[in-house]
């Protein structure tokens, strides 16, 4: 059981770091990994206990967790290019 939670905590550890700048934590894959479990506990509120949150509070939610894990996933895409665009370009 010990191992489980310790690999559970070091796969959340290594999902929030990112690796490109020196293991820091990532603010946007924080925002919006806590944003998809406000979601996830607002539809089980919902199905269970027949607690409606307000329409507009899970719509603004979920842009949240889309613009946060968008801005995460174009980092990842745009930044080996533009490294790779600086190192070409000559030396004045």
Same mark, same amino acid.
């Given at each position: 059981m010990k191992n489980a939670i310790t690999n559970?905590?070091?796969f959340f550890q290594r999902m929030m770091t990112d690796a490109t700048k020196s293991g820091e934590?990532?603010?946007k894959r924080f925002v919006g990994l806590v944003g998809?479990? &406000?979601l996830c506990i607002?539809?089980?509120l919902n199905m269970i206990l027949k607690v409606e949150p307000a329409a507009i509070l899970v719509e603004a %939610? &979920?842009?949240i967790v889309i613009a946060a894990l968008f801005g995460t996933s174009l980092d990842k895409i745009m930044s080996p290019r533009q490294q790779? %665009?600086?190192e070409n370009e000559p030396k004045i």
């Amino acid at each position: 059981m010990k191992n489980a939670i310790t690999n559970i905590y070091l796969f959340f550890q290594r999902m929030m770091t990112d690796a490109t700048k020196s293991g820091e934590t990532s603010s946007k894959r924080f925002v919006g990994l806590v944003g998809f479990f &406000m979601l996830c506990i607002a539809l089980i509120l919902n199905m269970i206990l027949k607690v409606e949150p307000a329409a507009i509070l899970v719509e603004a %939610i &979920m842009y949240i967790v889309i613009a946060a894990l968008f801005g995460t996933s174009l980092d990842k895409i745009m930044s080996p290019r533009q490294q790779s %665009i600086e190192e070409n370009e000559p030396k004045i």
